[in-house]
Every structure is written in C-alpha cells, then in structure tokens.
C-alpha cells in the first residue's frame, strides 16, 4: 500500500486547510485510514481516523473543528481542518491500518510521507 498526502501549507490562526491522501496497491487489506501529527520536540500523535463503515475518532484537541472523510471509490481520505490554531502545528502523515487497533498501535499498517501545516501570522 502506498499513501500519498498533500495539501499541507502555511495558513493564519483562523484559517482552514484541507489535508488529502490517496491510497494505491492493496487497499482491500486496509478498514481504517486517518492522520496523525507530529509538532516540534513532541510525539507523534493520532488526530483523527475512519473506518471502511463510516466510524470516525479525533482527538481532544481537534474535536469540533476538524472532519475527517473518506472516498473510497478513489481510495482517498480528507481532512478538512478548520479555525486552525499555532499549536496545530506540525508534520501531519498519513496513515492506513488493517483495524483500529493496528491504528492505534502505530506498529502496523502503512504511512505516507509527511505533509507540513503551519498556523502562523
């Protein structure tokens, strides 16, 4: 499976940007397809994820104002984050996993390359 994201850029505190990934090679082996960010001197953490039936999870801090979304004819996950903040700063990946479990565990399933959001003014 291949995972390739785009849509990462500079936006102001206030602003929205959309997050795209598309998927390619063995998509029926993957149920669960998501983000996860990782800002500067922090973890890596999940911010949000999708099942193949529609089950969606976010983190705290992102809960209300990012929507996570999928297009499984393309093979394709979104996020559209809206009233970003600075602290919403960071690489976001791609991610894609056989279950929520794989998700969560971060040790199997598949990652795209990073994509930078920076909330700055």
């Known amino acids: 499976v291949q995972l390739q994201a785009s849509g990462g850029g500079l936006v102001q505190p206030g602003g929205s940007l959309r997050l795209s990934c598309a998927g390619s090679g063995s998509i029926s082996s993957i149920n669960v397809m998501g983000w996860y960010r990782q800002a500067p001197g922090k973890r890596r953490a999940l911010v949000a994820g999708i099942s193949s039936g529609g089950t969606t999870k976010y983190a705290d801090s992102v809960n209300g104002r990012f929507t996570i979304s999928r297009d499984d004819a393309k093979n394709t996950v979104y996020l559209q984050m809206n009233s970003l903040k600075p602290e919403d700063t960071a690489v976001y990946y791609c991610?894609?996993?056989?279950?929520?479990?794989?998700?969560?565990?971060?040790?199997?399933?598949?990652w795209g390359q990073g994509t930078l959001v920076t909330v700055s003014s």
């Open positions: 991610r894609a996993a056989p279950s929520w479990t794989a998700m969560f565990s971060e040790n199997y399933g598949y």
